[in-house]
């Protein structure tokens, strides 16, 4: 197919997912990132250096995946047509996705292929920081309102069990993890991205999702009081399955963060009734101020890249999240 023809028939498709969302009633939206192959590695792809060839276990099965290889090229902003695009085709508030550099640079650097281009792990990140602040620079001048770091790699530090042993059904994650030296590293590395961004940043942390299963399970306990040195506006957790997050965490949550609650589970197939969602978001207005809290599904819902959920799933649990927030708006006189 030509890259024409398929640049127009995905703009259709964006369009759509548009649509979807407005329809369901959400009142921030996204291009459904349909754009992308995958939510970290389609950075990877358009940036360059990376190639598939380190194998790894996951979940018991056999894989391989991109690793730095040869150094980044820095040049023109990546995803600045799809924000564009989103921007023109919606009068609601929109959000924009990046991974963050932690997470790429745990997953995608390693020893065995990665030191000719950056000596250490802490080399390829310092790069990657420099590159995704630039990209942000690009996308907020676009227009669109939130631009959020996807970062599921700052959640394993609430992996007790991995922190403590190291191991892991995932090859990639059996390291030796290090909270108070780490984890001021990650902070760091979001805030270079952040700074002096206009647009709202959001930071979300979820479990990692891989066909209906997490990767790591934990309360956020240990990572929140962190993000006191976070330049970020709101923090998106998940707290509707179970293994995530427990409401009392929120007693731990820095005064200036606004929380995005993860109430819709996204790994089961189960349609949660709007009371369910609606009783867990109050379980959160029960203990920091309703004006602070925002409700979100717990993770992206993914209907590609081998992920289960279909549109159909998609659409009618965010239709439930839209029913649950406008009763929860009511109920708390708070404003949208």
Known sequence: MAIGEYERIMDE?????????????????????????????????????????????HQGEKKQTLVVTTKMEGGDPLFVRDAEFLVRHTDRCTKFALPSPFLIAVRKWHEDFSTGAYPTM???????????AIEAEAIAQTGIDIIQLDDPALTYFCDRQLTSSGNSHDDR??????????????????????ANLPTEVHLHCCHSVYKRQSDVTGDYKPILPYLHDARID???????????????????????L???????????????????????????????????IALNPDCGFAPDYGEPPSIDEAFLKLSQLSLAAGRLRKRFDVES
């Open 234 to 256: 709101r923090v998106n957790l998940e707290f509707a399955y179970q293994g995530t997050g427990e409401a009392n965490d929120l007693k731990m949550l820095p005064d200036h």
């Open 13 to 57: 498709m964006v369009v759509f997912a548009i649509r979807l969302q407005e329809q369901a009633g959400l009142d921030v939206v996204s291009d459904g990132e349909w754009r992308r192959i995958h939510y970290l590695d389609e950075f990877l792809y358009r940036i360059g250096g990376h190639q598939r060839v380190r194998p790894y276990s």
């Open 173 to 194: 994650l059996q390291r030796t993890w290090e909270i108070e030296s780490q984890v001021p590293q990650v902070i760091a590395a979001i805030n270079q991205v952040a």
């Open 122 to 132: 802490q080399h390829y990140l310092d790069h990657l920081t420099e590159l995704l």
């Open 258 to 292: 606004g929380i995005g609650m993860g109430v819709v589970d996204v790994r089961s197939q189960r349609l949660q009734a709007v009371e369910e969602i609606e009783k867990l978001g109050a379980s959160g207005a029960a203990i920091i101020s309703p004006a602070r």
